[in-house]
């Protein structure tokens, strides 16, 4: 997809549809309890893949590119008593680590078998009844995996208690999924190091919980760099100040190194991303995205797009996840002239040049390398490879883009 050079309209507005997290986790929990409506569901492939599997009664379940889908279900079908599934998908998720989760459900007694390679799937699952009720996992693994057990904890026998061993990594998207569970009654605590979910029962007395899915803030993230680099304020619906999303914390990075204010209108859920008409740019950005991971990508375009020097640690997760995003991160960032160096833990730049005269980012087959790039549009134009990944977050995003640019 070309993007010719824009302009960034004036209070414009866009409806992003619910929360790809906190959807994918009430999907679970809705086929699991039964007593729960949710509205403004996301529209995203992921969320529609996991929608479909969860209404299908087949012994293969094939779920493509889905990696929160391939966590949950991995959970989920472990409680299926006396039903084997096997499952799969895309050549990259046969490449995606996800050997701690399937040891934490074996070692609750599941029986789980590897059918390709050792630690990645696909997967053949016996379901069966858990009646343990501990579990060691560690704490730097995705919180996925935690969360995958979480949802299923209050359907077990005897309700579940996780130790999670070492440093915590994305502890916000854990605490999301507990105030879920809260929100329907499972009762949870979480104390140190140590989660326990009580067994929850639903009966014909258990009142129908609708839950109305907050917009998804991880896709609001590329309008706040879409803000940053044009300075012109966009309007976003249906998103709320007290927020369980942890990529919330977009709104206190972009007002503290870019000088966007996030200004909320309660009665409308809506937020306004305001630039600040005085703010200077900060000599370096030096940040810990360990609770954020996923927005890492949109900060350092926007960071490199106004050549602010950044230093970026926490993103551990990052190397697994659709493809490397920390080395397509460096890779794609070359092309806008930014020269960067990573490890396993972090990414900083080193310095900035002009970018290529013909600019040509590759994607990966990763939705958030598309999305994160396109505001570069503002400085130059690009090409983006690969277009149609964005379907797997957020289908509408090319559309909604029509609404905010016009032609330079």
């Known amino acids: 997809m070309k993007l010719e050079k824009s302009n960034l309209k004036d209070n414009t507005t866009i409806q992003i549809s619910g929360s790809k997290s906190i959807s994918n986790r009430l999907l679970i929990l809705e086929s699991l309890f039964k007593n729960i409506q ?26 493509h ?98 130790n999670l061993v070492g440093e ?20 949870n605590s979480f104390i140190g190091n140590t989660i326990k979910v009580e067994k929850f029962e639903v009966n014909v007395h258990s009142p129908i919980v609708n839950y109305e899915v907050e917009s998804d803030w991880s896709s609001a993230s590329y309008f706040y760099s879409f803000a940053a680099l044009g300075r012109k304020t966009i309007h976003l619906k249906s998103f709320y100040k007290e927020s369980t999303q942890g990529d919330s914390a977009i709104a206190k990075i972009y007002e503290t190194f870019f000088g966007i204010k996030t200004i909320f209108t309660e009665n409308e859920h809506q937020l306004t991303l305001q630039p600040d008409p005085h703010f200077q740019s900060p000599e370096k950005i030096v940040l810990d995205m360990n609770n954020c991971p996923d927005i890492a990508q949109t900060l350092c375009v926007t960071a490199a797009a106004l050549r602010i020097p950044f ?18 991160l460096h890779n794609e960032l070359k092309k806008l002239g930014t020269e960067t160096e990573f490890t396993d833990l972090t990414i900083k ?21 598309a999305m994160s790039f396109a505001p570069f549009c503002l400085i130059k134009e690009l090409n983006i490879e690969e277009e149609d990944v964005v379907e797997k977050s957020y289908p509408m995003f090319w559309e909604d883009l029509k609404i905010i640019l016009t032609k330079n």
């Not at 403004?40 to 379940?61: F, G, H, R």
């Not at 409680?79 to 680590?97: A, F, H, Y």
């Not at 994305?170 to 499972?186: D, H, P, Q, V």
């Open 311 to 328: 230093e970026i640690s926490g993103l551990g997760t990052l190397r697994v996840k659709e493809t490397d995003r920390l080395l397509a």
């Open 65 to 162: 590119h889905a990696g929160t889908a391939m966590r949950f279900l991995t959970s989920y079908y472990s409680i299926q008593d006396g039903k084997t599934t096997i499952l799969t998908g895309s050549k990259r998720m046969k490449e995606r680590p996800i050997k701690n989760l399937v040891t934490a459900l074996q070692n609750l007694g599941v029986e789980i078998e590897y059918l390709e390679n050792e630690g990645f799937p696909p997967l053949k699952i016996k379901g069966r009844k858990i009646t343990e009720t501990k579990v060691d996992v560690p704490a730097n693994i995705s919180s996925q995996f935690i969360t995958s057990l979480l949802l299923i904890a209050g359907k077990l026998e005897n309700g579940l208690e996780i």
């Open 38 to 63: 949710i509205g403004n569901l996301s529209n995203s492939q992921d969320t529609q893949l996991l929608k479909k599997a969860l209404s299908e009664d087949t012994e293969t379940v094939d779920i």
């Open 168 to 187: 915590i990594t994305s502890r916000s998207y854990i605490e999301m999924t507990l105030n879920i569970l809260t929100k329907f009654g499972i009762q």
């Open 349 to 369: 730049s080193i310095s900035f040049g002009e970018p290529q005269e013909n600019i040509s980012i590759r994607t990966y087959q990763d939705h958030r390398m």
